[in-house]
């Protein structure tokens, strides 16, 4: 015959039965609270509008600067046809704040051009619609945001207008093909990092 368990080691066996049939139990109880998230969508405080050299002549016969602004001014897309050496592209485009508060600036780049070695690519924003100095500066071959973190974002003042700038420079030994980089304009009324958006 079979040992018999002692009282303790079999109140200890019920015991441990009990939580195990209880845990199971807690595990599919759900309790719901409310929660109402309320939207209230406004106009884009930041904005792009065409600069003095938008959709003007380019390159190569009857190429355009071509740049196209979404119907909010919430996107921006640039056709550019750089040369062989040095080419600078002056007043593209143009980032207006067109609130009464400043917004912190930061740019970045998701997809970098692919250019051939020894290549440059850089968008620079400018503080002014004409002359200024460079506000940020973006390596357009590199993933990265700018300006970098930790360093804080760029404000750009309430009803400010600052000018976009592209200096592309391909080596002349090269036989560049098309490419394209992918970039956002991050603004928000606080200097924090930008987060990494959700995909």
């Known amino acids: 015959m079979g040992a018999r368990l002692k ?3 079999l109140a200890q066996s019920v ?3 009990i939580a195990i049939i209880l845990s199971y139990a807690f595990a599919s109880v759900f309790v719901y609270y409310p929660v109402t998230v309320n939207l209230s969508p406004v106009n884009p405080p930041i904005k792009f509008i065409g600069g003095s ?3 003007q002549s380019d390159l190569g016969g009857s190429n355009t600067i071509g740049v196209i602004i979404g119907p909010n001014s919430t996107s921006l897309t640039l056709y ?3 040369t062989i050496q040095h080419n600078y592209y ?3 485009s143009r980032i207006e704040n067109t609130d009464s508060k400043a917004y912190y600036i930061t740019v970045r780049v998701n997809t970098p051009a692919g250019l051939p070695s020894g290549s440059v690519a850089r968008l620079l924003i400018y503080d002014a619609p004409s002359g200024g100095s460079i506000a940020i500066d973006v390596n357009l071959l590199t993933t990265e945001d700018t300006p970098t973190p930790p360093a ?3 404000a750009i003042p309430a009803g400010a207008v600052w000018r976009i700038d592209l200096y592309i420079l391909i080596p002349e030994d090269s036989d560049p093909s098309g490419t394209y ?4 304009l991050i603004y928000s009324p606080s200097d924090e990092t930008p987060p990494e958006v959700p995909p």
């Not at 980089?181 to 956002?184: K, M, N, R, V």
């Open 7 to 9: 009282k303790p080691a």
């Open 152 to 154: 804080s974002p760029v």
């Open 80 to 82: 550019l046809h750089p």
């Open 15 to 17: 015991a441990l039965a």
């Open 90 to 92: 002056r007043d593209v």
């Open 53 to 55: 050299n938008a959709n």
């Open 181 to 184: 980089a992918e970039i956002q």
